[in-house]
C-alpha cells in the first residue's frame, strides 16, 4: 500500500512509519515544515503539508491507498499555529473526498471512551486539568467523523488512558466505545503497539466507519 500519514514526526506518527515500512509499504510522511523535522527513515517520502487545510490534503493524498492522521492539538515547540482537532477532520474529509480516498485512519484520544458509570473519561474527577482541553478537541473530532463523513471509509482509533513508549510487543485487545483496562485495573497500550493495531487495521479493515480502542 501506499500511505500518507499526516503528523509523521510525532511520537505516535514515527511508530506508524516505522510498523508501515517493516511491512513493506511504500509511505509519503507530512509535517507542516520539512528543513525543520527530524529526520526519517530514508525510504519516507516527507512533504511539506498542512493537515487542516482541504486543498494540502487533496493534493497529497491523491493516487494514496490509505491516509493516517496523527497529528496533535497540543503547541508547537517551533512556535507553529496550534491545530485544531475539529478543523483537521473537516480538512480530511473534504480533501479525501477531492482525492477520490476512502480509506483514512485516525490517531484518537482516550478520553471519550466510557468508563464503567457510563461516563466518558474525560469527565471523571481524577481526569488531568492538563489534558482536557485536549481530550474534548478528541471527542469532538469523534463526533464529526460520525455524523459528517458519508462516504469515506473512516476509522477513529483510540488509545489506553496510560500511552507512552515502551515495547513493540505485537499484542493488544480491542474495544469498542469503553475503556478497556487489565486485571490490576490499569488501561495501558505502547506507541509501538498501538502502531500494530494501526496497519492491522489498514491491512484488514474490521472497524471502517466507527470508534475502536486498543490496550493490553
Avoid: C
Avoid at 457510563?118 to 489534558?131: T, V
Amino acid at each position: 500500500m501506499h500511505i500518507v500519514v499526516f503528523g509523521a514526526t510525532g511520537n505516535v506518527g514515527r511508530r506508524i512509519v516505522q510498523e508501515a515500512l517493516s511491512r513493506g509499504h511504500r509511505v509519503t510522511g507530512v509535517v507542516r515544515d520539512p528543513a525543520t523535522s527530524e529526520r526519517l527513515d530514508e525510504r519516507v517520502t516527507l512533504a511539506a503539508g498542512d493537515a487542516t487545510d482541504a486543498a494540502s490534503v487533496a493534493g497529497l493524498a491523491h493516487g494514496a491507498d490509505a491516509v493516517v492522521s496523527a497529528i496533535s492539538p497540543r503547541p508547537s515547540s517551533r512556535g507553529l499555529p496550534q491545530p485544531r482537532l475539529v478543523d483537521n477532520v473537516r480538512a480530511l474529509i473534504a480533501g479525501l473526498r477531492r482525492a477520490d480516498v476512502a480509506r483514512v485512519l485516525y490517531v484518537g484520544g482516550a478520553g471519550s471512551l466510557r468508563v464503567a458509570s457510563g461516563e466518558a473519561l474525560l469527565e471523571q474527577p481524577e481526569f488531568p486539568d492538563a489534558y482536557k482541553a485536549e481530550a474534548v478537541e478528541g471527542r469532538d473530532a469523534l463526533e464529526v467523523w460520525r455524523t459528517e463523513a458519508d462516504g469515506l471509509a473512516w476509522t477513529f482509533l483510540s488509545p489506553a488512558a496510560e500511552f507512552m513508549p515502551g515495547e513493540r510487543t505485537g499484542r493488544y485487545r480491542t474495544t469498542g466505545d469503553e475503556l478497556l483496562a487489565d486485571g490490576e485495573g490499569r488501561s495501558r497500550i505502547s506507541y509501538e503497539d498501538y502502531a500494530v493495531a494501526v496497519l492491522d487495521e489498514l491491512e484488514e479493515p474490521k472497524h471502517a466507519g466507527e470508534r475502536f480502542g486498543v490496550a493490553y
